[in-house]
């Protein structure tokens, strides 16, 4: 069956860095553009970055520019989220999510704190 599984976040301080995996099973990841997105308490599920092909073009949300690289490895079927510089905005469950035409997946969500 299709799976997203999220994996390395965590509580890091102020200016650190994190990177987030999601592992992808079950359809052919390669054909599916693929986005990261983030929900923090009290707010809606907002995009934070997005790519097509690898080594094509990424988008990112304005508050993570410069900060966050998306990047995908399909012979691995891993899709990837370096989280540099970190803010306490950055504070937020972040989801991988997979979509092709009708079909749309959703990872579990990984947390990630920024605090001191």
């Known amino acids: 069956q299709v799976q997203l599984v999220e994996s390395g976040g965590g509580l890091v301080q102020p200016g650190g860095s994190l990177r987030l995996s999601c592992a992808a099973s079950?359809?052919?990841?390669?054909?599916?553009?693929m986005r990261w997105y983030r929900q923090a308490p009290g707010k809606e599920r907002a995009l934070v970055a997005g790519?097509?092909?690898?080594?094509?073009?990424?988008d990112y949300a304005d508050s993570v520019k410069g900060r966050f690289t998306i990047s995908r490895d399909n012979a691995k079927n891993i899709l990837y989220l370096q989280m540099n510089d970190l803010k306490p905005d950055d504070t937020a469950v972040y989801y991988c999510?997979?979509?092709?035409?009708?079909?749309?997946?959703w990872g579990q969500g990984t947390q990630v704190t920024v605090s001191s």
């Open positions: 999510n997979a979509i092709y035409g009708n079909l749309n997946y």
């Open positions: 079950g359809f052919t990841f390669s054909r599916f553009t």
């Open positions: 790519m097509l092909l690898p080594g094509g073009r990424r």
